[in-house]
């Protein structure tokens, strides 16, 4: 089973700012990744595909970058619609799909 | 637009069984692999189930393989989740997604709890 591991867990970023957030794979993964952002009672809302493909958002909102087994999903300029968990998920290991355990960006 | 309403869930005692329900909107289950995902209290994400979009192949977690079963109705373009054997760890609220490779569309979330 390929692990996904995120880092921080826990993000403190002030408003206008950027949050970085880190995701490693235990094996090579190509850019089957993807990034997602869930709210408190909401359902995850995919960001994110193919490690860099962005799927909603205004852009230069939501970025992803990296290949292999190190991955990163940029925010700029953090507003409040933005403080949420982020989780990333490998879908190179079909049919085991995995996720990372999240990291929580909240406000500084 | 595409869209997935689940219903189902509820308490149930341990060795119980359960049935969620998945009644997918906009396009169709037959040209779609299919997930279901759940998330305990306070935790992260984990898959639990797909079923190909023939209907034909169907993988587990480890954690529920031989209690849980996938399934499809075509005619009602409804996704099942069937609960068997059910334990307190399985407790967690349970979504559905689509999607083959990254989940694009996902339901609004179900809560099942497992407790004496």
């Known amino acids: 089973e390929i692990v996904m591991t995120q880092s921080p867990a826990t993000l403190s970023v002030s408003p206008g700012e950027r949050a970085t957030l880190s995701c490693k794979a235990s094996?090579?993964?190509?850019?089957?990744l993807a990034w997602y952002q869930q709210k408190p009672g909401q359902a995850p809302r995919l960001l994110i595909y193919g490690a860099s493909t962005r799927v909603t958002g205004p852009p230069g909102k939501f970025s992803g970058s990296g290949s292999g087994t190190e991955f990163t999903l940029t925010i700029s300029d953090m507003q409040s619609e933005d403080f949420a968990a982020y989780y990333c998920q490998q879908y190179n290991s079909w049919p085991l799909w995995t996720f990372g355990q999240g990291t929580k960006v909240d406000s500084k | 637009q595409e869209q997935l309403v689940q219903s189902g869930g509820g308490v149930v005692q341990p060795g119980g069984s359960l049935r969620l329900s998945c009644a997918a909107s906009g396009f169709t289950l037959s040209s779609f692999g299919m997930h279901w995902v759940r998330q305990a209290p306070g935790k992260g994400l984990q898959w639990v189930a797909f079923i190909r979009h023939t209907g034909n192949n169907k993988f587990y977690s480890d954690s529920v393989e031989g209690r849980f079963i996938i399934s499809r109705d075509t005619s009602e373009n409804t996704l099942y989740l069937q609960m068997n054997s059910l334990r307190p760890e399985d407790t967690s609220l349970y979504f559905c997604?689509?999607?083959?490779?990254?989940?694009?569309?996902w339901g609004q979330g179900t809560m099942v709890i497992v407790s004496s």
């Open positions: 997604a689509k999607g083959n490779g990254a989940f694009d569309v």
């Open positions: 094996q090579n993964i190509s850019s089957h």
